[in-house]
């Protein structure tokens, strides 16, 4: 599609500097796309790395607990596992990253020994890792072990899984905004861009004809003069 | 300050009774429909559902992922290491970099 604009040279130094303007706004933009790719990139690379861990220790997890079932009555497990703790809270802050708001959520362990708040870190609740080292709130005489071991395992996992989390919506948020990001790069490069500079472009062209036409005419003018 | 949901088969779920999270058993479409509103109506940041809650409940998980609160997450199965969870994320990755140049290189 072609822009309709009148040939004038006030026009035309308009439309030079939308031009420059356009070409400027596409290198930013160009660059917040590749920033946040980069950042994506990284993202999504711990996101499956997060998604690996966990299916692990997940079924791990669901391993000892069948097992701790299997053994106890249904009555003495529910006893158990409603004792072991209350819910956790969860606070969010949110970060900015390239100008997208996201959120980083982290899990808050008051009833835990010190440093455990800060358990919403990955790298703090890696392997390994005992969560709660106090001695289950729940009779051991009449549970087994292997429920000591699952119950631990869960506590475990819960802050990986609020990190997944967080991963995982952090992704969604930042393939909008790349999505977004590269819509308007597309639309100045092929279509904004191209189409200011045929607009300049038939404009000077114009413009370089009227003068031709100008010159022309006063040369005949002087030649009828000059005929007098 | 808000908390995690797991909504998930009676199995499943029981284990994250002591995790800290508010566990919501559902073992057949309306009351896994039923469960999901209850969750909807408190305040939770987190909502953790099983694979095979998320493929009950499709359609109504939709809406969800664009809102801010709860974050909808699909567990991480072993079973099924190519489920729903995978896939969702898969789109997301194709849709903002255009092809699927990065989970081919890793499987």
């Known amino acids: 599609m072609e822009l309709r604009v009148s040939a004038t040279r006030q026009e035309l130094t ?29 993202i999504v690379h711990e996101n499956q790395r997060l998604r690996k861990e966990l299916e692990k220790r997940l079924s791990a997890a669901y391993r000892s607990f069948a097992q701790a079932r299997a053994v ?7 006893e158990a596992l409603m004792a072991s ?9 949110y970060r900015r990253i390239m100008n997208v708001v996201v959120p980083e959520m982290e899990i808050q362990r008051s009833g835990d020994g010190d440093g455990d708040g800060a358990a919403g870190e990955a790298g703090a609740v890696s392997q390994g890792h005992v969560v709660d080292a106090n001695i289950p709130p729940y009779g051991l005489a009449s549970t087994s072990s292997d429920l000591d071991d699952a119950i631990k395992e869960f506590r475990g996992i819960l802050p990986l899984l609020v990190k997944l ?10 393939a909008d905004e790349i999505e977004r990001t590269r819509r308007r790069v597309n639309a100045l490069e092929y279509i904004l861009i191209p189409e200011l500079e045929a607009a ?5 062209m114009r413009l370089e004809e009227m003068d031709r036409a100008n010159a022309s005419r006063l040369m005949k003018v002087k030649d009828i003069v000059r005929a007098h | 300050m808000s908390k995690v949901a797991v909504l998930g088969q009676r199995d499943a779920v029981l284990g994250f009774k002591a995790s800290g999270a508010v566990a919501f058993a559902a073992d057949n479409v309306s009351e896994a429909r039923e469960k999901l509103d209850k969750i909807l109506r408190d305040d939770f940041a987190v909502l953790l559902v099983t694979e ?19 974050v909808v997450t699909i567990l991480p199965d072993a ?3 190519k489920g729903l969870g995978m896939e969702l994320l898969r789109k997301r990755v194709e849709r903002a970099v255009g092809a699927n140049i990065l989970l081919k290189g890793e499987e």
Not at chain 1, 15 to 23: E, Q
Not at chain 1, 26 to 42: N, S, T
Not at chain 1, 165 to 174: A, G, N, P, Y
Not at chain 2, 53 to 61: D, P, Q, S
């Open chain 2, 52 to 70: 095979e809650i998320a493929e009950m409940l499709r359609e109504e998980l939709q809406p969800l992922y664009e809102k801010p609160k709860p």
């Open chain 1, 72 to 78: 106890l009555s249904p009555p003495v497990l529910e």
């Open chain 2, 79 to 81: 079973r099924r290491p």
């Open chain 1, 165 to 174: 989390s967080e991963v995982e919506r952090k992704i969604q948020l930042l």
């Open chain 1, 85 to 93: 703790s209350g819910p956790e809270e969860v606070s969010i802050t």
């Open chain 1, 14 to 42: 308009r439309l030079k500097n939308r031009v420059r303007m356009a070409v400027r706004g596409h290198r930013l933009l160009k660059d917040k796309r590749d920033q946040l790719m980069k950042e994506f990139m990284a």
């Open chain 1, 200 to 204: 300049v472009k038939s404009v000077e």
